[in-house]
Each structure stands twice: as C-alpha cells, then as structure tokens.
T-cell receptor, first 114, second 115 residues
Framework: GDSVTQMEGPVTLSEEAFLTINCTYTATGYPSLFWYVQYPGEGLQLLLKATKADDKGSNKGFEATYRKETTSFHLEKGSVQVSDSAVYFCALSDPVGGSYIPTFGRGTSLIVHP | ETGVTQSPTHLIKTRGQQVTLRCSSQSGHNTVSWYQQALGQGPQFIFQYYREEENGRGNFPPRFSGLQFPNYSSELNVNALELDDSALYLC??????????????FGQGTRLTVV
C-alpha cells in the first residue's frame, strides 16, 4: 500500500537558519503530494502541494519539488522564523476506488529558537 | 480560513461507553473525511462521506461508524470505547473526492480521552 516516510524530529534550529525536512513516498499510482502544517492546539493547514513530476509547490517561503525519480518531496525554507515552530506532515493523495484519500506521514516537529 | 468546525473540543469518556463527534463542513463542500491522530503520530484515515454515502474506509473496526446529513455536516460515532481510542479526531471537508489535487480543509479537532 501507499506510505509516506518523514525524517524523525524534533528538528531544532536557530532563527534565520536553513530548513530541510525530508519526505519520501511509495505509491501504486501517480499521486499528488502535499505538505501540511499543524500549529499547537490546531488542526492541519495545507502549506503547499504539487501534482506532477518536477512541479515545485511554494508558500510562505517554503518550497518542495516533486521528484519522481527519487520518490521524494523534501520541504525547504531558506530562513526560518520562531513563528514557523509547528509539526509538519508530508502526505500523498492516490486514487482508491476513484476517491483520493490522503495518506500522511508521522510528522516532523520543528522548533525554532530566537 | 478553513470554515470547518468540530464539537466538542474536548471530551472524557469511560471505557465501554459510546461517543458522538460532530463536524460542520466548509460552505459548498460535499465531502467529509474523518481521521484519528494518536499522540505523536500522523492522521490515520477512518472513512469518508460524499453526498451522504460512505465513499471509502480505512482500517478501523465496525464500531467506528459515521453519518453525513443533507447539509453535508457529519457525525462520527464510536461504540464500546477502548483506552486506545484516546486521540485527536480530525474532520476535513473538501469538494468532490474524485480529484487528485483536491485540498482538504481541517477542523481544529476533538480531543477524546478514554479512561
């Protein structure tokens, strides 16, 4: 079945540091890929997405590129802020009986210090 | 702006009891999905409802059941609660499940504790 693997957290960085959170996937079909963010006490919010190979999703300074050859969708940001502290989830959406049900990774906690 | 609301926000139940969680979908969305998120884990898909019909189910036992109403709001019912059912339950609404890039909008979740 489909699965998503993320790097273990927490990832602890100083403000303005470069961020990479690794994500790899396995899928039977040709999935769409997503990054969601969950702030403390809240539900998940879509951060960015990519629907085909070599697409780059971007939002709020975060970027991720759909790499079909390496089955990866790593999240990057050039300069993190304290307000970026949250849990980040990589997810894929693959058709199951005609319905695209998202499969989520376990999440990676990011802690940014001033 | 998600527009998805869940109630209640927190709930404590005793093992063996039954619970009903509620979700109001974002305006115009006809699809609701429910997820269970255990502490430190990613959301696990429970089931999805599209236009009042179940449209997919994850690996959860039959004591997890659901309902979607004509206004597309939804309920999640769990019977015979077990301690392992303690988790954050998330509801997500979207428009039309048959699109690969459909964005799901999540509610803030209901934190269920079973004692």
């Amino acid at each position: 079945g489909d699965s998503v693997t993320q790097m273990e957290g927490p990832v602890t960085l100083s403000e303005e540091a470069f961020l990479t959170i690794n994500c790899t996937y396995t899928a039977t079909g040709y999935p769409s890929l997503f990054w969601y963010v969950q702030y403390p006490g809240e539900g998940l919010q879509l951060l960015l997405k990519a629907t085909k190979a070599d697409d780059k999703g971007s939002n709020k300074g975060f970027e991720a590129t759909y790499r079909k050859e390496t089955t990866s969708f790593h999240l990057e940001k050039g300069s993190v802020q304290v307000s970026d502290s949250a849990v980040y989830f990589c997810a894929l959406s693959d058709p199951v009986g005609g319905s695209y049900i998202p499969t989520f990774g376990r999440g990676t906690s990011l802690i940014v210090h001033p | 702006e998600t527009g998805v609301t869940q109630s209640p926000t927190h709930l404590i139940k005793t093992r063996g009891q039954q619970v009903t969680l509620r979700c109001s979908s974002q305006s115009g969305h006809n699809t609701v999905s429910w997820y269970q998120q255990a502490l430190g884990q990613g959301p696990q898909f429970i089931f999805q409802y599209y236009r009042e019909e179940e449209n997919g189910r994850g690996n959860f036992p039959p004591r997890f059941s659901g309902l979607q109403f004509p206004n597309y709001s939804s309920e999640l019912n769990v019977n015979a609660l077990e301690l392992d059912d303690s988790a954050l339950y998330l509801c997500a609404s979207s428009l039309d499940p048959g699109q690969s890039n459909t964005e799901a909008f999540f509610g803030q979740g209901t934190r269920l504790t079973v004692v």
